[in-house]
C-alpha cells in the first residue's frame, strides 16, 4: 500500500480506470481527473482527455473514492488502557510520539480526515497543528480542544468542569483563540452497564443548553452533543445542537424529530461493543456483558431504524475508548453499520460526503467533484458491491 502526499502547488492528471464520486449509485469508468494547485479543477472521461505536459499518475484496474473520514475520536487515549493514557498527558515527549503513531495509522487505514472528541490536556489542538505544519503526516483533523461540562459531573478527562456562563464565554473565547473549529458538550453522564438503560444524570438545564448552542454558534462553531438516554437527546435537540454523539436509547418519536431537524447522528457502536474485545472484558461481570451486548443490538436497531426515517447517520468510532483501537476500528464500526441492515451505499455515504458535513468541511472533501481537494483512498475492486475491498487499499493520496 502507497501514501502519496500532495501540496498545494502540486499539478498532477490522475488517470483512473473506475471511480466512485461519494454520492451517485453507480461507479463510473476510464476518468480522468485534472488536479492544479492541489485542487480538482476538472474531471472528464479519458477520451475526452488532453494531456496538458503535468505529470500523469495511472492506477489500472483501481477504484479511486473519496478518503474515509471517523468522525468522532480521541486522540489523546489509545484505547488500549484509560489511566496509562491520563497518566501521560504531562509527558509532551510521549505523547508526540504515541499521536504520531495514531496518526498514522488512520492513513494507513485511508482515514484522511478525522474530528476529535476533545480532551482535557487539549492534545488534540496540537496534534493538529502538527498535521497543519508538517511535522507529523496525519489525516485532516477537526479540533474541539476541551469539552464543556458541568463542575461535579461526567468528563473530568474532557474538559474542566465550569459552573455558569462567564465559565462558559472564557472557555469558549479560548478554544476559539486556540484554533477550535467545533465544540463539544457533554450533556449526559455514560452508559453504566449495572442496569439496563441506565444512563448518567443530564448536566444542563435546557435554557443552560439553548444558550451554549446559541453562544457558539454565533461565532460559528458547529456543537457535538455527547448525549445518552432519550430524554438528552430530546434536550440536545431542542437546544439545537449540530450532532448527537453515542445517542443511546433513542426513541422512534426522538429520531423522527432527528430527521425532520437535519441533525447528525454518529452513533459509536464500536465504543459499547468492543469492551469485550479487550483484555480487561472479564471485569464485566455476567449480567453486565449481557447488558453490553443488548445495548449493543438496541442500537443496531436504533440505526436501522433512523436510516428508514432519514436521519443523517455519520460513521465515528470513538476511538481511544477502551478497546476502540485507531484506524483498525473504523472498519468495525462500517461491519456494524452493515450488520444494522444498512445498503452498502448508504454505509460508504456515512463514511465520506455525510462525514464530510457533520465535520463542516463539505466544500473541500468528502466527495471526488470539481473545486474540492484530493483526498482519496484507491481499492482494487468495487466498493458498492463489496465493502469489505476497503480492507486492501492500495494506495491513499492526500493533501
Known amino acids: 500500500m502507497k501514501i502519496l502526499r500532495l501540496d498545494h502547488q502540486t499539478n498532477l492528471d490522475l488517470l483512473v480506470d473506475y471511480l466512485w464520486d461519494g454520492e451517485s449509485p453507480v461507479l463510473h469508468s476510464q476518468m480522468a481527473l485534472l488536479i492544479r494547485r492541489g485542487q480538482i479543477e476538472k474531471i472528464v472521461h479519458q477520451s475526452e482527455y488532453q494531456p496538458s505536459g503535468a505529470q500523469q499518475f495511472r492506477l489500472p484496474n483501481l477504484t479511486l473514492l473519496p478518503g474515509l473520514i471517523d468522525a468522532h475520536v480521541h486522540l489523546a ?9 491520563l497518566n501521560r498527558w504531562p509527558d509532551a515527549r510521549a505523547m508526540a510520539s504515541v499521536i504520531k503513531k495514531e496518526l498514522g495509522l488512520f492513513l494507513e487505514y485511508g482515514i484522511t480526515a478525522i474530528r476529535d472528541g476533545s480532551d482535557g490536556a487539549g ?8 498535521v497543519e505544519q508538517a511535522h507529523y503526516p496525519g489525516p485532516r483533523i477537526v479540533a474541539t480542544g476541551k469539552a464543556f461540562r458541568k463542575k461535579g459531573y461526567y468528563g473530568s478527562f474532557l474538559g474542566p468542569g465550569l459552573t455558569g456562563q462567564e465559565d462558559w464565554k472564557r472557555l469558549l473565547n479560548d478554544m476559539v483563540e486556540q484554533g477550535c473549529e467545533q465544540v463539544k458538550i457533554i450533556v449526559s453522564g455514560l452508559i453504566t452497564f449495572r442496569k439496563w438503560g441506565e444512563v448518567g444524570p443530564l448536566q444542563f438545564s435546557t435554557d443552560e443548553l ?23 437527546i430530546v434536550q440536545a435537540l431542542e437546544a439545537g445542537v449540530d450532532s448527537i454523539e453515542h445517542g443511546y436509547f433513542a426513541s422512534k418519536e426522538t429520531l423522527k424529530r432527528m430527521a425532520d431537524n437535519g441533525t447528525f447522528w454518529v452513533p459509536t457502536i464500536a ?33 436501522a431504524q433512523a436510516h ?7 460513521v465515528g468510532t470513538d476511538a481511544g475508548a477502551p478497546g476502540v483501537y485507531h484506524g483498525q476500528s473504523f472498519l468495525d464500526e462500517l461491519a456494524f453499520f452493515r450488520s444494522a441492515g444498512l445498503p452498502t451505499l448508504a454505509i460508504l455515504k456515512a463514511a465520506t460526503s455525510t462525514g464530510a458535513q457533520v465535520l463542516g468541511l463539505e466544500a473541500e472533501l468528502g466527495t471526488i ?22 480492507q486492501k487499499l492500495e494506495m491513499v493520496i492526500y493533501l
Do not use: C
Open 77 to 85: 487515549l489509545d484505547g488500549q488502557d484509560f489511566r496509562t493514557s
Open 210 to 232: 439553548r444558550y451554549l448552542v446559541k453562544e457558539a454558534h454565533s461565532l460559528g462553531l458547529k456543537v457535538m452533543a455527547h448525549a445518552n438516554s432519550d430524554a438528552a
Open 308 to 314: 428508514e426515517l432519514g436521519v443523517r447517520l455519520v
Open 271 to 303: 465504543a459499547v461493543v468492543n469492551r469485550l474485545n479487550t483484555s480487561k472484558a472479564e471485569e464485566y461481570s455476567p449480567q453486565e456483558q449481557d447488558i453490553i451486548k443488548r445495548t449493543y443490538e438496541d442500537q443496531l436497531q436504533k440505526i
Open 123 to 130: 492534545w488534540n489542538l496540537e496534534a493538529k497543528k502538527w
Open 369 to 390: 467533484t470539481r473545486g474540492k481537494l484530493p483526498y482519496f483512498i484507491a481499492v482494487p475492486g468495487n466498493p458498492l458491491a463489496d465493502l469489505d475491498i476497503l
